[in-house]
């Protein structure tokens, strides 16, 4: 991907080049201009979000806890998605209630096939 990055900008440049001796036209340049920086951006995205990966190590529960404190809240959205099927919230019983109840808030965990007891809707409260 690094290398993706430096040809999209190596192509920024040429075509930066072709503009200024009158090569190129302005809407063509233009054009091209969006379309790399859409590119750039797209690929710089996943360069990040891989090198986050590669650095990730699930080791201790303190090592998981400091990643999701600094995760990005895409990053959070995805493993909440792989662990959850659903997530029910009910009312709350007085207005402006900043805390969560017990009982206001019920997790339903998604359950593998291979490792579930096979009762399938089985809700864990």
């Known amino acids: 991907m690094e290398t ?3 040809d999209l900008a190596g192509r920024r440049s040429e075509a930066a080049t072709l503009y200024g ?7 063509a340049f233009v054009s091209a201009d969006r379309e790399i920086t859409a ?3 797209d690929t710089r995205a ?6 986050r990966m590669a650095n990730f190590s699930l080791g201790e529960a303190e090592d998981l806890v400091r990643w999701w404190n600094t995760a990005l ?3 959070k959205r995805a493993i909440a998605r792989l662990l959850l099927e659903d997530v029910e ?3 709350t019983s007085a207005c402006d209630v900043r805390t ?9 965990w998604r ?11 089985r809700r864990l409260v």
């Open 4 to 6: 993706a990055v430096e």
């Open 89 to 91: 919230v009910f009312l």
């Open 21 to 27: 001796k009158r090569q190129l036209s302005s809407d």
């Open 39 to 41: 590119n750039l951006k």
């Open 111 to 121: 359950k593998l096939p291979g490792l579930s007891d096979g009762r399938r809707g």
């Open 100 to 108: 969560v109840e017990p009982g206001r808030v019920v997790l339903h």
């Open 46 to 51: 996943r360069l990040r979000y891989a090198e």
């Open 73 to 75: 809240p895409a990053s």
